[in-house]
Nanobody, 124 residues
Framework: VQLQASGGGLVQAGGSLRLSCAASGRSFRNYVVGWFRQAPGKERAFVGA????????RYEDSVKGRFTVSRDSAKNTVYLQMNSLKPEDTAVYYC??????????????????WGQGTKVTVSS
């Protein structure tokens, strides 16, 4: 499955953005779709993920209550709604698909297909 991430941009602190991850080639069914981010000079880090079948989600602690991962079956697309953005959310955001169990949603090595990344910049 090929992934296309989009929706990044420049936003002021406190603002919102919605990122999209669209799949081509096949459905997200039976997969987990994860969002990761990589800030300048830092390693790629888990943000949140959703299991397509059933909609189970998991989030990294620093984004809980601010970010929401959701899915649209008709569009075969996963979204990352980001609210109350902070300068420390500045990063390139990637979506990925894999089949990790819930306790391993945050393990980037278990995701086998990655999108190209979309840049999010939050100004203070």
């Amino acid at each position: 499955v090929q992934l296309q991430a989009s929706g990044g941009g420049l936003v002021q602190a406190g603002g919102s953005l919605r990122l999209s991850c669209a799949a081509s080639g096949r459905s997200f069914r039976n997969y987990v779709v994860g969002w990761f981010r990589q800030a300048p000079g830092k390693e790629r880090a888990f943000v949140g993920a959703i299991k397509w079948n059933g909609g189970t989600t998991r989030y990294e602690d620093s984004v809980k209550g601010r970010f929401t991962v959701s899915r649209d079956s008709a569009k075969n697309t996963v979204y990352l709604q980001m609210n109350s953005l902070k300068p420390e959310d500045t990063a390139v955001y990637y979506c990925a698909v894999g089949q990790p169990i819930l306790s391993a949603f945050d393990q980037s090595g278990l995701y086998r297909n990655w999108g190209q990344g979309t840049k999010v910049t939050v100004s203070s």
